[in-house]
């Protein structure tokens, strides 16, 4: 026999959490590990927008046909006015190309595959911490992997010099993933000025900036959250952007995303495109085509893209909201830690400071999942289960 050498893999530390949740008879359990945005009730709504774009997509759809492989041009096109802005250079001088994806996990990998295959690089460098699925996107796609200091514990705040100096020691040609907003998991974000310097150190370095834009809207704002992108091609000619809009769409099951490449000029760009379609062909043939279809509805549609603005706004406000109110309930229960970095932090992650044991205790005693780093959704926090939560929290400090 041929299998029976395979071993049992290890759960993965996001996903398997949400099992050994699902399997909790406890009526009261909460889930703050994966990412899933919940209401004050505790639902994870259909946005109101993409309800309206698939009422227009029902009416007008007339085809089931495969989409090209790299997707829909005018998906492409909104994708990109999206990211960089509608009246930017990039967009002017032609000289970025889309692909769709099936999420932003899609995104990162087709990416992944198109600088191993092209021989782009050797080495991509990755934040420590980071989302627990990158190492495994870049390395099983064949890279060489290597962390550089993020999060600096004391101050529960940005290492900001650790990252700068061990940046300075990767090679010219090196790839660095660089989250473009509400870091996962810390919630922590460089300021404007430290952006402004991550660029100009990128691009007297030679590295190859590679955003993961999975949050776009839920830090300060849609354009606002594109600010480290931008500023970044002011120094710096070529940069790949993976994007999902499973958060700020609501389509987690839809599997939507995008990976964006910025190249020199319109030729070069040209030609990379041809080897993003190699990519793409060889991990899934071509995209599925729905998601896409209610992003470049809503997206064109003016009407549409103003209440989307509008509702994307209700979910960061919300989770501002959850964030303050973390807070201020654990400072009245007298807890002597100091949780006011939370308050501090964007988007739908924050890193609690709990360590193992507390979390461990948390779960076993409290049916509270939280991931074993002490990683809290922010976005799972509700009013009716919010006071429970600050309550064992306490308990177990």
């Known amino acids: 026999m041929f299998f029976e050498k395979i071993v049992t893999a290890p759960a993965d530390p996001i996903l398997g959490l949400t099992e050994e949740f699902k399997n909790d008879p406890r009526p009261n359990k909460i889930n703050l590990g994966v990412g899933i945005?919940?209401?004050?009730?505790?639902?994870?709504?259909?946005?109101?927008c993409v309800k309206k774009a698939e009422e227009i997509i029902f009416k007008t759809e007339t085809t089931k046909s495969y989409l090209p492989i790299v997707g829909s041009p005018e998906y492409g096109q909104l994708v990109r006015e999206l990211i960089f802005g509608a009246d930017s250079d990039v967009i002017k001088s032609n000289r970025a190309r889309t692909c769709q994806a099936?999420?932003?996990t899609g995104a990162l990998r087709i990416g992944a595959d198109f600088l191993k295959q092209q021989d782009v690089t050797k080495k991509v460098w990755i934040s420590d911490p980071t989302w627990a699925n990158h190492f495994q996107v870049f390395g099983k796609a064949g890279l060489e992997t290597a962390k550089y200091p993020y999060y600096n514990?004391?101050?529960?705040g940005l290492d900001f010099d650790g990252m700068v100096n061990t940046l300075k020691t990767a090679s010219a040609g090196d790839v660095v993933v660089v989250h473009a907003c509400c870091h996962n998991p810390t919630g922590i974000d460089p300021t404007p000025a430290q952006w402004e310097e991550l660029a100009k150190l990128f691009a007297e370095l030679k590295?190859?900036?590679?955003?993961?834009?999975a949050y776009q809207g839920f830090g300060n704002g849609i354009d606002e959250d594109a600010a480290g992108i931008r500023t970044f091609l002011k120094y710096n000619n070529e940069i790949l952007i993976s994007s999902s809009f499973s958060k700020n769409f609501g389509l987690y099951n839809e599997r939507i995303g995008?990976?964006?490449?910025?190249?020199?000029?319109?030729?070069?760009?040209?030609?990379?495109?041809?080897?993003?379609k190699v990519a793409v062909r060889a991990n899934i043939s071509n995209p599925p085509a729905h998601g896409a279809l209610i992003v470049t509805t809503v997206l064109s549609n003016p009407e549409l893209k103003a209440?989307?603005?509008e509702e994307v706004k209700e979910m960061r406000d919300r989770i501002k909201e959850m964030r303050d109110l973390f807070v201020a309930k654990l400072q009245a229960l007298g807890v002597s830690t100091d949780f006011?970095?939370?308050a501090e932090q964007y988007g739908m992650f924050s890193f609690s400071g709990l360590n193992k044991d507390q979390v461990a205790r948390l779960k076993e005693e409290f049916g509270i999942y939280i991931v074993g780093s002490g990683r809290i959704s922010?976005?799972?926090i509700t009013t009716s289960n919010i006071d429970p939560l600050c309550e064992a929290i306490a308990k177990v400090l």
């Not at 514990?153 to 529960?156: D, F, I, V, Y």
């Open 207 to 213: 590295l190859i900036p590679f955003f993961d834009f």
């Open 102 to 104: 099936p999420g932003g």
């Open 258 to 276: 995008a990976l964006t490449i910025v190249s020199e000029n319109s030729e070069v760009a040209d030609r990379v495109f041809s080897q993003m």
């Open 340 to 342: 006011s970095f939370i």
């Open 153 to 156: 514990k004391e101050t529960n």
């Open 37 to 48: 945005y919940k209401t004050n009730e505790g639902n994870t709504p259909i946005l109101k």
């Open 307 to 309: 209440l989307w603005i």
């Open 378 to 380: 922010v976005a799972g």
